[in-house]
């Protein structure tokens, strides 16, 4: 079995771009401060890690004033994370945007 915690991360800038696009996962505005925020906090290897940043492909649209409190530890944001990914990750595929 392959050792999960090595894996490798994975970079994609016209996907970031994408979900950059979207409005807020979480106030739904669209105030063009909207950036792709990273899975952050729980997951273990899938969010990073301790200091590393996640995959791009685990985002979701934040905005400015959101992100920020995401990144302060909102723990209402943080909780919501795993679905608000899981959502951008449904508009992807829907949108054509990932294909498999």
């Known amino acids: ?3 999960l915690s090595k894996n490798k991360r994975i970079k994609s800038k ?5 979900v950059a696009t979207l409005p807020c ?3 739904e505005i669209r105030d063009g401060t909207v ?4 899975w952050k906090g729980e ?3 899938l969010s990073g890690g ?3 940043k996640a ?3 685990l985002t979701m649209p ?3 004033k959101c992100h920020s409190q995401m990144h302060s530890g909102d723990a209402a944001l943080i909780s919501w994370q795993r679905e608000y990914i899981l959502r951008t990750l449904d508009i992807a595929f829907n949108s054509g945007i990932i294909e498999l």
């Open 1 to 3: 079995m392959r050792d």
């Open 14 to 18: 016209p996907y970031l771009e994408w």
């Open 25 to 27: 996962a979480s106030c």
């Open 35 to 38: 950036v792709a925020h990273h």
């Open 43 to 45: 997951g273990g290897h």
């Open 50 to 52: 301790m200091g590393l």
């Open 55 to 57: 995959s791009d492909w």
């Open 62 to 64: 934040l905005c400015h």
